[in-house]
Each structure stands twice: as C-alpha cells, then as structure tokens.
C-alpha cells in the first residue's frame, strides 16, 4: 500500500475535466486507487465518484494504491492532481 497527499492545482480545482483525467489515467493501472478529501473516500477509476470530491484548488487530496503498479499509479495521479490548468 502507497498514500501520496497532494494539493490540487490550477484555478477550477477538481473539475468535470480533472476528475474525467484523474479517472482516465486510475484506469492505466491495476492497482486499486482511492482518493480522500475531507474524509470522503472514492474510487478514483470512477468519473462520476472523484467529482463528488467538490475539491477547489488548494484542497490536499489524499491517494491510496494498492497492487503490483502502486508506485507509478500514485505518481501520475499526484501529477494530474497537481499540474496547473490546460484549458
């Protein structure tokens, strides 16, 4: 098991975009990905669950994986979860 805690970037926070890349990108792996906002725990391979997480930039995001790809799954979602707006 690997946690990572991130702040989510960018001016819109969690948005329909974010969240439909945070689940694209979940997907990738096999690992089982959580992610946790204010006690609030979903499966990050689920579009529709990550945007229930309401999170507006600056929120601290905590992921959980768990499997054989937990290392690299918790690095691209830090990453997605972090980067500063594309659109």
């Known amino acids: ?7 989510v970037g960018g001016r819109f926070g969690l948005n329909g975009y974010r969240s439909a890349l945070v689940a694209t990108t979940a997907s990738r792996f ?3 990905i959580t992610c946790t906002s204010h ?4 499966n990050a391979k ?4 990550v ?4 999170a507006p930039s600056g929120t601290v995001i905590r992921i959980t994986a ?3 790809d937990e290392a690299q799954a ?3 979602l830090v990453s997605v979860l972090s980067a ?4």
């Open 1 to 7: 098991m690997l946690e990572e805690q991130v702040y």
């Open 66 to 68: 768990i499997g054989p």
């Open 74 to 76: 918790a690095r691209a």
């Open 30 to 32: 096999v690992s089982d």
């Open 84 to 87: 500063d707006d594309t659109v």
């Open 39 to 42: 006690g609030k725990a979903v």
């Open 46 to 49: 689920d579009v529709m669950s």
């Open 51 to 54: 945007m229930t997480l309401c």
